[in-house]
């Protein structure tokens, strides 16, 4: 592009395009974004800025669940009150943060980081779930709660891993009830929620 020609000064452009790769985040709200950032407050400018390079600096994620965390093990591992017989197991770091806010469970997690999905290429071997299983193996867990989505890719691989569990003599629950099929776990309501774990059944 000649730059010479181009109406808006470069930096400007150059946040346009770098916030037009976010997720949801189209050419007009890029713009919008872009222009108020360059009112507001150098202040507000540079907390928004720090904070996420310390997102990517200080965050790691935890050696057990391999939920996103700034100490290892996280707060939840590290947690003796946490009902240490439970385990749920979600695709996303995300998935905790809504299950967390229905207060209803107490026990431990384990984020798998994505969901078996054939069609896209993801195998059993490219989620954690060899940790998953090393975790169980020597461990008082009596409960394995399948809390993954409940589309294709989150059945599928509630289904496998029901397969791999449920000889090791724990009892391994499905959280489904009330959830519409299609549903992601981050973005249901606090009830709806609430209601699965609570009605969860045996897989
Ligand atoms: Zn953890």
């Known amino acids: 592009m000649n730059q010479g020609l181009h109406p808006t000064a470069e930096p400007i452009n150059k946040l346009i395009q770098e916030l037009n790769k976010l997720p949801g985040i189209g050419p ?3 713009q919008r974004l872009a222009y108020y950032l360059l009112r507001a407050p150098e202040e507000q400018a540079r907390l928004l800025a720090d904070a996420i390079l310390s997102v990517k600096q200080e965050i790691t994620l935890c050696s057990q ?3 996103v965390t700034d100490s290892d093990p996280c707060r939840i591992c590290r947690n003796e009150q946490r009902d240490q017989s ?3 197991i979600v695709e996303q770091p995300q998935d905790i943060l809504a299950l967390e806010h229905t207060r209803i469970y107490q026990g ?3 984020v798998l980081h994505g969901a ?3 069609t896209e290429g993801v195998g059993a071997n490219d989620i954690r779930i060899r940790e998953l299983m090393e975790r169980l193996k020597d461990s008082s867990v009596e409960e394995v709660i ?3 989505n409940t589309n294709l890719e989150g059945e599928q691989t509630a289904m ?3 397969k791999l569990i449920s000889p090791l003599d724990i009892m391994v629950t499905r959280l489904a009830q009330g959830l ?3 549903t992601e776990l981050e973005y249901a309501d606090d009830v709806t929620l609430t209601r699965a774990i609570e009605g969860r059944q045996e897989f």
Do not use: D
Request: proline share 8%; net charge positive; charged share 10%.
């Open 28 to 30: 007009k709200s890029a």
């Open 65 to 67: 669940c391999f939920n």
């Open 86 to 88: 439970k385990i749920c």
């Open 108 to 110: 431990l997690y384990h």
């Open 116 to 118: 078996i999905s054939p």
């Open 146 to 148: 399948l809390a993954t």
């Open 160 to 162: 496998y891993l029901n």
């Open 180 to 182: 519409p099929f299609g």
